[in-house]
């Protein structure tokens, strides 16, 4: 399994952020060749600016479907918006993880 680690810092519109992250999730759970396949996950730091996403997936196959989909390019555009320019990703494998992860 593969995954991706996205780092930032926002300090804009908090519901702008939540809204367009909402919307992102929604469109990979409502994508039936991507549910369960690919799976995201954000989080706020205790600072309330640094923003992590964690993305992981089962297959390149799965990867490059989702990003062809315009729900992924739209994202992609406002993650960009949020961080004021590309932000930090990191690729990696999955090693080890606990159930339900």
Do not use: C
């Not at 680690?5 to 939540?18: F, H, K, L, R, V």
């Not at 919307?23 to 309330?48: E, L, W």
């Not at 989702?66 to 090693?95: C, L, M, N, S, W």
């Amino acid at each position: 399994m593969r995954g991706i680690t996205i780092t930032y810092s926002y300090e804009g519109n908090e519901s702008a952020w939540t809204d367009a992250t909402a919307a992102f999730i929604s469109a990979i759970n409502s994508d039936p060749a991507a549910a369960g396949k690919f799976t995201y996950q954000v989080a706020v730091a205790d600072d309330g600016t640094t923003r992590f996403h964690w993305g992981r997936w089962d297959s390149a196959e799965t990867l490059a479907h989702v990003q062809a989909q315009p729900y992924f390019k739209e994202f992609a555009a406002k993650v960009r918006e949020f961080a004021g320019g590309a932000p930090h990703a990191t690729g990696h494998d999955i090693f080890a993880k606990t159930g339900g992860w």
